[in-house]
């Protein structure tokens, strides 16, 4: 018999079963977000979204609110 727990959190996963960093599933055309330096791999780190989402991004490097960083668009 199996044991039932209940209020147990899910991990940040989403349904293909890889994580979610960004949140590439939730743009709409237009819509950005911005990733500060200190969570980016290296230097000239961009962000891409998976190819099965299908989505046009464009990316820029960025200083906002004193924070350097890249901002991403979903431009189609």
């Known amino acids: 018999m199996y044991k039932i727990d209940k209020d147990v959190p899910m991990s940040k996963t989403n349904r293909y079963g890889g994580s979610i960093k960004y949140p ?7 819509d950005s977000f911005f990733v500060p330096r200190v969570d980016c791999k290296r230097e000239d780190y961009r962000p891409y979204p998976p190819p099965r989402l299908k989505i046009k991004i464009r990316t820029e490097k960025r200083v906002e609110n004193g924070v350097p960083g890249i901002r991403v668009w979903r431009i189609a």
């Open 24 to 30: 590439f599933h939730e743009l709409e055309v237009n």
